[in-house]
């Protein structure tokens, strides 16, 4: 059959959909890629065939006007502070709450990223080419749109914890409350100026997806009840050679130090202090590698000799020589560690899931979670101390990694996929 993903175009967002990719097309399927030209590079380093819609999005610019030259009436204040999706506790998520958080994210976020004209490309390229599923990131509707229109399955692949899920969960729940006169869902207008074009009617499944491939394990999962495919997290970070360093044991308790790249790529600058982190390991009896590059190193500043910086290293690789990571809590740093059963420190970025993924991880005992707002270096220091001394850490990340490598491999939900393609195109939906 042919299987079309769309990736939000971000470097992050491809690498979470390349394995399950690349199983379809091991399995024999035709494979299209198709999103924005800012990946295509990463796309095509895949080995996987892209197909460009749409002009360069340049995520940090379109999302952070405060970043850019231009004026703006939100410049002083970053969109992540005002628009926080990641509320998750059911009594804040009241009707008029999720209702505000939706709008805002349709009309700013949504609607900024994801143009009329964009998806009317991806639709025209789905109805000429016709694939059988679609398989869209949370964050990239117009797959959704296209397969609908096409007449396509699909399936909506998570990337993090089901934020919309939930959301839309008590959202509905509170529009079913009010008078007919009254309901307005933000997403459902959006689109369904789309769809009226193409003669469709909206449904949730365009929000939800009719199956969501879930990599998050079950018991770090938000209470979403939807029809659901689990898929083991299979890391996957770009191109990568293991320098010879990394092939040689650590002689000391090897820590990884990293900020990723999703927050640069979508928000343009890190919101964690380099010099504090650094300043927190400097004088512990560990290596530390830490993968920054040189713009996110101060001009001038001293790194610690028991730090090895590097622009990048391919934390599959690294991480199993680790004894803990410290990072920003995002989600292909977080899940790779889950893999690996490396206990974590996280100092999580307010970006989409960052903070309650980081907090659940915590409460299953595989790390310990700071405010970036309150982050030192001594409590850094401190709480990096206790992952590393502390035997009930490495048990909990161990748990988990356990729990990561239980769930069926992309290769195995194939064949669920297949069915379940088949099972629409036999039901005549779309």
Same mark, same amino acid.
């Given at each position: 059959?042919?299987?079309l993903?769309?990736?939000?175009?971000?470097?992050t967002h491809?690498h979470?959909q390349?394995?399950?990719?690349?199983?379809?097309?091991a399995?024999?399927?035709e494979?299209?890629?198709?999103?924005?030209p800012?990946?295509?590079?990463d796309i095509?380093?895949a080995?996987?065939?892209?197909?460009?819609?749409?002009?360069v999005l340049?995520?940090p610019?379109?999302?952070?006007?405060e970043?850019?030259?231009?004026?703006d009436e939100?410049?002083d204040e970053a969109?992540l502070?005002?628009l926080?999706?990641?509320?998750?506790?059911p009594?804040?998520?009241t009707?008029?709450?999720?209702?505000?958080?939706l709008?805002a994210?349709t009309?700013?976020?949504?609607q900024?990223t994801?143009p009329?004209?964009?998806?009317?490309?991806?639709i025209?390229f789905a109805?000429a080419?016709r694939p059988d599923l679609?398989?869209?990131?949370?964050?990239y509707?117009p797959?959704?749109l296209?397969?609908?229109i096409s007449g396509?399955?699909?399936?909506?692949?998570?990337f993090g914890?089901?934020?919309?899920?939930?959301m839309?969960r008590?959202y509905?729940?509170?529009?079913?409350?009010?008078?007919?006169?009254?309901?307005e869902?933000p997403?459902e207008?959006w689109?369904?100026?789309i769809?009226?074009?193409h003669?469709?009617?909206?449904?949730e499944d365009?929000?939800v997806?009719q199956?969501?491939i879930?990599?998050?394990?079950p018991?770090?999962?938000?209470?979403?009840?939807l029809?659901s495919?689990?898929?083991?997290?299979?890391p996957y970070?770009?191109?990568a050679t293991?320098?010879?360093?990394?092939?040689?044991p650590p002689?000391?308790?090897r820590?990884?130090?990293?900020?990723?790249?999703?927050?640069?790529?979508v928000v343009?600058?890190?919101r964690?202090?380099?010099?504090d982190?650094? *300043?927190a390991?400097?004088e /512990?009896d560990v &290596?530390v #590698?830490? +993968?920054?590059t040189a713009d996110q190193?101060? @001009?001038?500043?001293?790194?610690?000799?028991?730090?090895?910086?590097v622009?990048?290293?391919p934390?599959d690789?690294?991480l199993?020589?680790?004894?803990?990571?410290v990072?920003h809590g995002?989600?292909?740093?977080?899940?790779t560690a889950?893999?690996h059963?490396?206990?974590?420190?996280?100092?999580?970025?307010?970006?989409w899931?960052?903070v309650p993924k980081?907090e659940r991880?915590r409460d299953?005992?595989a790390g310990?979670c700071?405010d970036?707002?309150?982050?030192?270096p001594?409590?850094?220091?401190?709480?990096l101390l206790?992952v590393?001394e502390?035997?009930s850490?490495? *048990?909990?990340?161990?748990r /988990?990694?356990r &729990?990561? #490598?239980? +769930?069926?491999a992309?290769?195995d939900i194939? @064949?669920v996929l297949e069915?379940?393609?088949?099972?629409?195109r036999?039901?005549?939906a779309?």
């Amino acid at each position: 059959m042919r299987v079309l993903f769309t990736p939000f175009p971000a470097s992050t967002h491809v690498h979470t959909q390349v394995p399950l990719a690349w199983a379809m097309r091991a399995a024999g399927h035709e494979v299209r890629v198709a999103t924005r030209p800012d990946v295509v590079e990463d796309i095509n380093n895949a080995g996987l065939t892209a197909v460009t819609v749409g002009e360069v999005l340049d995520v940090p610019a379109t999302m952070n006007p405060e970043y850019t030259d231009e004026p703006d009436e939100i410049r002083d204040e970053a969109w992540l502070d005002v628009l926080d999706i990641s509320e998750t506790r059911p009594e804040k998520l009241t009707y008029s709450y999720v209702h505000g958080v939706l709008t805002a994210w349709t009309s700013f976020v949504y609607q900024n990223t994801l143009p009329d004209d964009t998806t009317e490309e991806l639709i025209d390229f789905a109805r000429a080419w016709r694939p059988d599923l679609v398989v869209w990131d949370t964050m990239y509707y117009p797959g959704a749109l296209a397969a609908r229109i096409s007449g396509a399955a699909h399936a909506r692949l998570m990337f993090g914890l089901d934020l919309v899920g939930l959301m839309r969960r008590h959202y509905l729940g509170g529009l079913a409350g009010l008078p007919p006169a009254l309901r307005e869902d933000p997403l459902e207008e959006w689109m369904s100026r789309i769809l009226r074009r193409h003669g469709r009617e909206f449904t949730e499944d365009l929000v939800v997806g009719q199956w969501t491939i879930d990599p998050v394990p079950p018991s770090l999962q938000l209470p979403v009840d939807l029809p659901s495919v689990p898929v083991r997290y299979v890391p996957y970070n770009g191109e990568a050679t293991v320098p010879g360093w990394l092939r040689e044991p650590p002689r000391r308790p090897r820590v990884c130090l990293t900020l990723g790249r999703s927050f640069r790529e979508v928000v343009g600058a890190d919101r964690t202090s380099v010099g504090d982190l650094l *300043a927190a390991v400097a004088e /512990l009896d560990v &290596e530390v #590698v830490a +993968t920054f590059t040189a713009d996110q190193l101060e @001009p001038g500043r001293r790194v610690p000799d028991n730090v090895r910086v590097v622009d990048f290293a391919p934390l599959d690789a690294l991480l199993p020589t680790s004894a803990a990571i410290v990072h920003h809590g995002g989600s292909g740093t977080l899940m790779t560690a889950l893999a690996h059963g490396v206990p974590q420190v996280m100092v999580p970025s307010k970006m989409w899931c960052n903070v309650p993924k980081a907090e659940r991880v915590r409460d299953a005992g595989a790390g310990l979670c700071i405010d970036p707002e309150g982050l030192t270096p001594e409590g850094l220091r401190a709480a990096l101390l206790r992952v590393l001394e502390e035997p009930s850490f490495r *048990a909990g990340a161990e748990r /988990l990694r356990r &729990e990561v #490598v239980g +769930t069926p491999a992309p290769a195995d939900i194939v @064949p669920v996929l297949e069915r379940l393609t088949a099972e629409h195109r036999a039901g005549g939906a779309g």
